[in-house]
């Protein structure tokens, strides 16, 4: 019950914690992606609703250090649209939200 709970704060409160940080960590761990100003934020977010991408990393970000969350999501296909995550990105397309 403590798990859910404090999993669910953790959700709920994430898109209160997009900053640039997270922003400079997912620059750091894809250096030579084609990340620019638009889909930083939309990487994890729709608005100010987390994307599926974006749920993937809340999920992980209090189990795993943090370079070991991009190794984890990024073989994911958080969208569901046949092409991981760490590819999504690499490309500069959203791997939150399919066909994007």
Do not use: W
């Not at 977010?45 to 809340?58: I, Q």
């Amino acid at each position: 019950m403590f798990k859910s709970l404090l999993a669910l704060t953790v959700l709920v409160s994430s898109a209160g914690y997009a900053r640039p940080a997270y922003c400079g960590m997912l620059l750091s761990n894809y250096p030579g992606a084609r990340i620019d100003n638009r889909l930083r934020c939309q990487t994890c977010h729709n608005g100010r609703a987390m994307n599926l991408y974006g749920k993937a990393f809340s999920g992980e970000f209090l189990r795993l250090s943090k370079p070991d969350i991009f190794k984890k999501i990024g073989t994911l296909d958080s969208d569901n649209d046949g092409i991981s995550n760490d590819q999504e990105i690499i490309e500069g397309r959203n791997p939150g939200v399919a066909g994007k």
